[in-house]
Nanobody, 126 residues
């Protein structure tokens, strides 16, 4: 069964860090662009960061540039989003998604993909 599962969310103080993981089963992420998306209450879903299937191309939404890093864990069928210097505005449900034949920027900007995980809550609050 094809599944994407996120982990690593939680409550963190402003300035803190979290590491989100997106683990896949039933599909080989090496053949898919993978992205992290977030949706806060009352707001539309937005692409946070996306990475090409090869890992050599990435995209970051402007507000997270310099703070978030997306990467692939070789051999583990997993994509990581490291989030540093978190701000209250980063609070949202974060979901990972996989899509075939899509460039990272296009994937993030259209905020749509073929397969989605259930999401993990990230709350940044003092």
């Amino acid at each position: 069964q094809l599944q994407l599962e996120e982990s690593g969310g939680g409550l963190v103080q402003p300035g803190g860090s979290l590491k989100l993981s997106c683990a896949a089963s039933g599909l080989n992420l090496d053949y898919y662009a993978v992205g992290w998306f977030r949706q806060a209450p009352g707001k539309e879903r937005e692409g946070v960061s996306c990475i090409s299937n090869s890992g050599d191309a990435t995209y970051y939404e402007d507000s997270v540039k310099g703070r978030f890093t997306i990467s692939r864990e070789s051999g583990k069928n997993t994509v990581i989003l490291e989030m540093n210097n978190l701000e209250p505005g980063d609070t949202a449900v974060y979901s990972c998604a996989a899509d075939s034949g899509t460039a990272p920027q296009a994937m993030c900007l259209r905020a749509w993909a073929d397969w989605w995980g259930q999401g993990t809550q990230v709350t940044v609050s003092s």
